[in-house]
């Protein structure tokens, strides 16, 4: 239990309805009945909680009254924090919330440092760190499969697998190292056996890593770029491709995402469509290519989709973009194939994209787009069918974490089969254990915690 009690404003700010301050510690009782009158002269404090309380919160000093609330508290360690947690819900807006806030400071809270209150939900043991990142990904997730997966992930499925894939590790280790250290009273396991182990523990990490690219792919999107001269209809098929499924991400001070972006879901896969309209022009110019933000774009793209114009058919302007993107994946679309009775034909697209595929389509009539959200999975997933319930390593500090598990199992296997004792194989196996516990918390250093709750917000 930690010994301050903290307070931040829970709700975005802004005109709205309501606005939620939080206060967590073991002084939150007390500072908020400094704050708080309710309207029938109760003493809530008493009772069990979990109640709503009516009343005003007013001014801790002279009693001025700065909003009318309801209160509500959470006895430790029932709460989200495991703390003992009070929420007061005022008016939303700048100021109502602001003020109490402030009232709650000066009786005593201290403001809360971004995504405390889930750092402290993560220290009292009530979720693990995995499932602390979940709750970031929940608040930013933009498409459902991507929400399906947060919520999969704080509700523990990802954890309960590494968990088990970590006791069933060390079992493994426990038994290759008494074997090690008292080999007349214990014998240790068969080194066929220990070898069969391990490959089953490499396998089953294996394959939690074979779903990280679609898990990435849903927290983070696909970050993807529409290239083609002007005119060529970039608009007009990122209108259609979105439907009514588009959301403009802006600018958000303090959050990784600082750049504009549209976020397109195409069978559930979010693209982020970078910049479209800065982009746009840059790309336009490629031909000029001292285009910085044309160039960046495209070396940093996932995906790019060309776009081409089954009228004008292939310009100078459009091979400046097949050799500007040259690099990455990209997909090729001839649009306006309504306007031509022969629209080009893929060999004249070939030598310029071998490796794309090409997709006929009218961003006007919407003919075709089915056929390009096909290619899109295709090249995203690979043709890799998901069931629903699969769990997904989404974040990178996991897969990373994953990789150097997989890694070591493996160098244990390969040791073990080429006749190094089994001191070595178990040193290996302790380092895979606890590459598996940087994932869910058991084995994290401290500033791996900070860096991942300075990510939150405040209030979070
Ligand atoms: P951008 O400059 O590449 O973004 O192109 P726009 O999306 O603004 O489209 C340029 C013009 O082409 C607009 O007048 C569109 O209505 C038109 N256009 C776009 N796609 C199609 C299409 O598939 N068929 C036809 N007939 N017109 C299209």
Known sequence: MREDTIAAIGTPLGEGGIG??????????RIAK???????RQDWAEGPGYRLFYGYAVDPENGAVIDEVLLSFMRAPYSYTTEDVVEVNCHGGFLAVRKVLEALLRA???????????????????IDLCQA??????IRAVTEEGLRVAQGQLQGHLSREIRTLREEAVALLAAVEAGIDFPDDVPGPAREEVIQDLRALRERGEALLANATAGAVYRDGVVTVLAGKANVGKSSLLNALAGRERAIV????????DIVEDIVNVNGVPLRVLDTAGIREAVEEVERIGVARAREALATAQLVIVVLDAETGITGEDEAVFRASAERERIVVVNKVDRVAEPLPPEVIRPLAAEAPVVYLSALTGAGLDRLREAISE??????????????VSRVRHREALERFVGRIKTAEEGLSGGLPEDVASLDLRAAVAALGEITGETVTEDVVEGIFRDFCVGK
Do not use: H, M, N
């Open 20 to 29: 939620i301050v939080r206060v967590s510690g073991p002084d939150a009782i």
């Open 34 to 40: 400094k704050v708080f009158l309710p309207r029938k």
């Open 108 to 126: 005593g809270a201290r403001l809360a440092e971004p995504g405390e209150f889930t750092q402290r939900a993560f220290l009292g043991g009530r």
């Open 133 to 138: 990142e979940a709750v970031l990904d929940v």
């Open 250 to 257: 802006t600018a958000l001070p303090g959050t990784t995402r």
């Open 379 to 392: 090249k995203v997933f690979g043709g890799r069918v998901l069931r629903p319930d699969e769990v997904l």
